[in-house]
């Protein structure tokens, strides 16, 4: 017997049977355009899966403000059909079996704190470093989704005249610095221009490292986390935590009574986290 474990992305959706912290029988097929369609294709993955295993419930990963009390998804995404009505309790009818709904940041904070890099950890934080700046608060081992579902939108942050999701987005880095050069590196390129050398590049970079050096710092002092988890790309780069601790140790320096460097590591899980962490979630409930 096992969860059938889905996370839906705006291209894809994954999915995968889980049953003893073990992830098997997994697949992907391209996200529908239409709810009805949306609908067709997770009955098509569950009798997938159902044919393999005997299952007992559905953890969905997803974009969106997932509100637990009344099983709606707020906010926006990509997917403008999964929103603002009681999607949880359709999720149920179309499925046959229960379900639970989770927003995918904070289903990847949950793999990491229940099986991952976060599992010795009763608090800590959760950024994911890509497009833009996301994240999560776990409380007691437990997310903490805030009065309006916005818990761990680290990427509003106001840093000077920009928000940390502009700041601190390798993708925005690289955006910024081709629009400024006639250039058309991505960010990755752009990291090693600037370690061969390249001032403009170097500069680049150093902003960001800063940006999202200011904000760990001063969450660590908002909240106080054990540990504060990086997932995303660049999470699996070698120079993230040697240059993110240099330019933590510059911004702790400037602040005297400071007593307390931030705790930072790489997550343990990449492309499987949001499939595990609503498991977890689902596990949690059940």
Do not use: W
């Not at 996200?31 to 609908?39: D, G, I, Q």
């Not at 504060?228 to 040697?242: E, N, R």
């Amino acid at each position: 017997m096992a969860l059938l474990t889905i996370d839906v992305g705006g291209t894809t959706i994954k999915y995968a049977s889980f049953d003893n912290g073990e992830l098997a029988h997994k697949g992907v097929k391209d996200t529908p355009k239409t709810l009805e369609a949306f609908y067709q294709t997770l009955e098509a993955i569950k009798a997938e899966v159902a044919e393999q295993v005997e299952l007992t419930g559905v953890a969905i990963s997803c974009p969106g403000a997932v509100s637990k009390t009344d099983g709606v998804i707020y906010g926006a995404s990509a997917l403008p059909y999964i929103h603002n009505f009681p999607i949880k309790k359709a999720f149920e009818a179309h499925l046959g079996l229960p379900v639970s709904v989770e927003n995918d940041a904070n289903c990847a904070a949950l793999a990491e704190v229940s099986y991952g890099a976060g599992k010795d950890y009763q608090d800590l934080l959760f950024f994911v470093i890509g497009t833009g700046i996301g994240g999560a608060v776990v409380l007691d081992k437990k997310i903490h989704h805030g009065a309006h579902l916005m818990g761990g939108e680290f990427g509003f942050m106001l840093m000077k005249d920009r928000t940390l999701s502009t700041d601190a987005s390798p993708v925005r880095m690289a955006k910024d610095y081709n629009e400024a050069h006639g250039t058309d590196f991505t960010g990755q390129e752009l990291f090693a221009l600037a370690e061969n050398g390249g001032d403009d590049a170097k500069e680049a970079v150093d902003t960001l490292f800063d940006s999202l050096a200011r904000a760990i710092f001063n969450l660590q002092y908002a909240l106080d986390p054990e540990i504060i988890l990086l997932g995303g790309g660049i999470s699996q780069a070698d120079f993230l935590i040697p240059k993110l601790q240099a330019a933590l140790q510059v911004v702790y320096d400037k602040v005297e009574i400071a007593t307390i460097m931030p705790k930072i590591a790489v997550c343990q899980f990449q492309n499987d986290a949001n499939l595990i962490g609503a498991a977890a979630d689902f596990l949690s409930e059940n």
